[in-house]
């Protein structure tokens, strides 16, 4: 009797190993399916936007800076402080950047719309693939607020030039609304639901809001006509 619970319990033990092993591969191919997926539509919208004005070695050249900076921020987050790591994706992301605008000569609004665009679908599927993978309100949350800010994106990408108060018609009028509603709407449940973000609470809720704020009034100086 003994004998047959022992194996019993071994038979049980290993159904349970069987499945948590073909879950942890479910979850890694998921991860690598979602990360393919938003590098590539990050890739083509970043092309598609600068192809008229550079070079297709100039552009994936720039996009890769970016990725790379955004990968060295996560890893970096992954191994030392994972509460910072949206804000070490994105000082990774300025530092990709600014190494690019440099070495290629990228013209600043022109780059930062096209890699905007792109940067907003990437973050469309990251939430996605956090709510497959936690069934978090939270997530649900996040991944409503980026899709009604992707939908707002498509829509004043196409429109911004009619609108009659932004009389320059200047590129970068789309990307940094966009920015600048997303850190406002960041700073806000910062500062009132902080563990929905981060654990930096009023800290993210500050930086949040200075950037929202440099978005805001950026866009007020690309209308102005000089």
Known sequence: MRRNNIKAKFYKNQVIWKFCFLCYHFLVILEILFGTIAVTIFLYIFWKQL?????????????????????????IADNFYAALSFWLIIVGLIIGFWMASVRYRMRFYETTEAAISGLLVILTLYHLYQLIIQRSIYNAVWLGITLVLLMLHSYLRRHYKKFAWYKSG????????????????????????????????????????????TSFLTVYNLARKF
């Open 51 to 75: 192809r008229e004005d550079y070079i297709s070695n100039q552009i994936f050249s720039t996009a890769f800076y970016l990725l790379i900076g955004m990968s060295v921020g996560a890893l």
């Open 170 to 213: 200047k590129v970068g009028f789309t990307g940094f609304t966009v920015v600048g509603l997303y850190f406002l709407i960041r700073a806000l449940i910062a500062l009132f639901i902080p563990h929905m973000v981060s654990f930096l609470s009023i800290y993210d809720s500050i930086i949040s809001g200075i950037i929202a704020f």
